[in-house]
């Protein structure tokens, strides 16, 4: 089992739309979370770091059940400049290495 | 301020040559980390450099990947002998500080696509 999972999508939504991404993780020492989106043929780029229960950063949301052990990403009012892929990114302070998941790919329709 | 260079952006190189990847993380930034994301995969770490010494080396796929970080900043990562399943993007990052968690997020280079034919 992969340390942390997302479904690889695709997820076509209409532009203006609401749209959820989950993430779990297996790993208990992943203490702090990333979301990063990753355009095509281009690097990731940091989008919200989520390390208490939540983080909001205009139409962004990310929150963080420990007990569920995993991570949601909202996006409200949703752009065509937001399709890219999402990646979730666990972090260990111990080893303080990033751990990726495979991303979810959105896709804004007009 | 400047982000994370990387040099080459692409290199194409033939089966059994060695190549130099180079990285320029954000000034002032101590840690950096070395990761490769082949076609439609997921990143994989390779190595990370706190300073000039690296702790965590446990990433490296064979002892043909080497790297070092000298002066604090820039860092060579070294593939001897390429095969062709080195064929990737190799993504550099640097973070701050790695331990505090106001300065811990990792902010990537532009990646050098290598091509072994």
């Known amino acids: 089992r992969k340390e942390v999972e997302q479904d690889p999508g695709p997820f076509n939504v209409p532009e203006g739309a609401t749209v959820a991404f989950n993430c779990t993780y297996s790993n208990s020492a992943s203490q702090s979370f990333f979301w990063y989106r990753q355009d095509c043929r281009k690097e990731p780029k940091l989008l919200m770091s989520?390390?208490?229960s939540g983080n909001e950063d205009g139409r962004f949301t990310a929150q963080l059940n420990r007990a569920s052990q995993y991570i949601s990403l909202l996006i409200r009012d949703s752009k065509l400049s937001d399709s890219a892929t999402y990646l979730c990114?666990?972090?260990?302070?111990?080893?303080?290495?990033?751990?990726f998941g495979t991303g979810t790919r959105l896709t804004i329709i007009p | 301020g400047a982000g994370v260079s990387q040099s080459p952006s692409n290199k194409v190189t033939e089966k059994g040559k060695d190549v130099e990847l180079r990285c320029d993380p954000i000034s002032g930034h101590t840690a950096l980390y070395w990761y490769r994301q082949s076609l439609g995969q997921g990143l994989e770490f390779l190595i990370y450099?706190?300073?000039?010494?690296?702790?965590?080396k446990s990433g490296l796929p064979s002892d043909r990947f080497s790297a070092e970080r000298t002066g604090g900043s820039v860092s060579t990562l070294t593939i001897q002998r390429t095969q062709q399943e080195d064929s990737a993007v190799y993504l550099c990052?640097?973070?701050?500080?790695?331990?505090?968690?106001?300065?811990?997020?990792?902010?990537f280079g532009p990646g050098t696509r290598l091509t072994v034919t």
């Open positions: 990114v666990g972090y260990n302070f111990g080893n303080e290495k990033l751990t």
């Open positions: 990052a640097s973070s701050l500080n790695p331990k505090e968690l106001s300065s811990y997020e990792q902010y």
């Open positions: 450099f706190q300073g000039n010494s690296a702790p965590d």
């Open positions: 989520v390390y208490s």
